[in-house]
């Protein structure tokens, strides 16, 4: 499975941006997706994850009411909206996806499998 990100850039607080995520993989509709976030110097940590139907979303609570995960299985593709940015969501942000829905809940060392490489979304004040 491959997963290309790509989206980001330099935005000012409050403003918005979208990623997507397009999966390599057929069928697409077997993955569960998701995504986290590496701010400098911190570890990182899940964002938003979507199940493989793309009837369940979770979210972290920092991010909740603010983002939102969705998918379009026709493009093979899982977006984050991203609203309301602030400069504390600056971050290299990266796009996953498992077979184990249990890796993109959030609370959770479990981790998914495939990974994206990131994108960087950087918020100023």
């Known amino acids: 499975v491959q997963l290309q990100a790509s989206g980001g850039g330099l935005v000012q607080a409050g403003d918005s941006l979208r990623l997507s995520c397009a999966a390599s993989?057929?069928?697409?509709?077997?993955?569960?997706m998701g995504w986290f976030r590496r701010a400098p110097g911190k570890e990182r940590n899940f964002v938003a994850g979507?199940?493989?139907?793309?009837?369940?979303?979770y979210y972290a609570d920092s991010v909740k009411g603010r983002f939102t995960i969705s998918r379009d299985s026709a493009k093979n593709t899982v977006y984050l909206q991203m609203n309301s940015l602030k400069p504390e969501d600056t971050a290299v942000y990266y796009c996953?996806?498992?077979?184990?829905?249990?890796?993109?809940?959030?609370?959770?060392?479990?981790?998914?499998?495939?990974w994206g490489q990131g994108t960087q979304v950087t918020v100023s004040s």
């Open positions: 993989r057929r069928p697409y509709s077997g993955l569960n």
């Open positions: 996953a996806a498992d077979a184990r829905l249990s890796t993109l809940v959030g609370g959770t060392t479990l981790l998914p499998t495939y």
């Open positions: 979507i199940s493989k139907s793309g009837g369940a979303t």
